[in-house]
């Protein structure tokens, strides 16, 4: 599967279903984002049940505002419509193999407990 562009009228649609959605904020100008959007396309391709958004925080100004995007590229990653990770920074590829993993072993029944918990 290749990348899907996100922007606010798909990003809840998209990030609120089951499974795991990563999302790539980025801009056009920002070299970091350059040289990750090669190794975020290839995770995606490899990865074919993950949805790989890709957030243009220029073309898409309110979504970086309301995930208080200050640093790009930030990744996210979504699961069963819980945010359970966000990070400004490009991430090497073994990095984002990690983090694949991680999402992926996440017991989610205890994630929403912990939530619960906060509120």
Known sequence: ?????????????????????L???WASWCGPCRMFAPIYEE???KHEDIVFGKV???????????FDIRSIPTIMAIRDGVIVFAQPGALAAESLESLIEQVRALDMDD?????????
Do not use: H, N
């Open 23 to 25: 999302v790539d904020f």
């Open 43 to 45: 995770s995606s391709v």
């Open 1 to 21: 599967m290749a990348t899907t562009t996100l922007t606010t009228d798909t990003f809840e649609k998209t990030a609120s279903g089951e499974g795991i959605v």
């Open 56 to 66: 243009d925080t220029e073309a898409e100004q309110d979504l970086a505002e309301r």
């Open 111 to 119: 994630v929403r407990g912990r939530l619960a918990g906060k509120s």
